[in-house]
């Protein structure tokens, strides 16, 4: 069966870097995108970026260009999302998302969540 | 950038009661909108895609419909599990871009 499986929770202060993995199984890795989304406290969804595990091709949210790398390792499956620059108003849970079998346009399966929380 | 809007924010209605949420995209985006279900501390699922096409193993209470900026979800009938914050999704082609609505909380009365 299908899984995205997280990395654990990470605390981090302002200003520092957090990667985030998420590891893949039950299917062929590089045959889908995956998708990031974070989620605020008590708040809504957000799109963050997306990457083709078949070729590394990225895009990402405007409002996250130059804060965000996505990356996949072929070899075990995993795709990461590193976050540079962390601020208070980064504190969320973060979900991988992988492109569904319908063309890509929405997410079928995704990881159980990471919560990063930026204090000082 | 196309913005989604959904209404309402929050609803209360009773078990069996039909409840309606309708989600609107700021300019034309063909039928390339999702609707996901979400439970507190759990990630979203999937239920509808492509605006009126129900996700495998989804129960047919749950039915979407609509296309170009108006959308509409629907539970035909409220059960107790279908306590959840229901999202709206819209997608972009080139440049690959998604955007989600605010979300809508539904409870029990």
């Known amino acids: 069966q299908v899984q995205l499986v997280q990395s654990g929770a990470e605390v981090k202060k302002p200003g520092a870097s957090v990667k985030v993995s998420c590891k893949a199984s039950?299917?062929?890795?590089?045959?889908?995108?995956i998708s990031w989304v974070r989620q605020a406290p008590g708040q809504g969804l957000e799109w963050m970026g997306w990457?083709?595990?078949?070729?590394?091709?990225?895009n990402y949210a405007q409002k996250l260009q130059g804060r965000v790398t996505m990356t996949t390792d072929t070899s075990t499956s995993t795709a990461y999302m590193e976050l540079r620059s962390l601020r208070s108003d980064d504190t969320a849970v973060y979900y991988c998302?992988?492109?569904?079998?319908?063309?890509?346009?929405?997410?079928?399966?995704w990881g159980q969540g990471t919560l990063v929380t930026v204090s000082s | 950038d196309i913005q989604m809007t959904q209404s309402p924010s929050s609803l209360s209605a009773s078990v069996g009661d039909r409840v309606t949420i309708t989600c609107q995209a700021s300019?034309?985006?063909?039928?390339?909108l999702n609707w996901y279900q979400q439970k507190p501390g759990k990630a979203p699922k999937l239920l509808i895609y492509?605006?009126?096409n129900l996700e495998t193993g989804v129960p047919s209470r749950f039915s979407g419909s609509g296309s170009g900026t108006d959308f509409t979800f629907t539970i035909s009938s409220l059960q107790p599990e279908d306590i959840a914050t229901y999202y709206c999704?819209?997608?972009?082609?080139?440049?690959?871009?998604?955007?989600f609505g605010p979300g809508t909380k539904v409870d029990i009365k």
């Open positions: 998302a992988r492109d569904s079998i319908y063309g890509g346009n929405s997410f079928d399966y």
């Open positions: 039950g299917y062929t890795f590089t045959s889908y995108g």
């Open positions: 990457i083709s595990a078949y070729n590394g091709n990225t």
């Open positions: 300019q034309d985006i063909s039928n390339y």
């Open positions: 492509d605006a009126s």
């Open positions: 999704q819209q997608y972009d082609n080139l440049p690959r871009i998604f955007t």
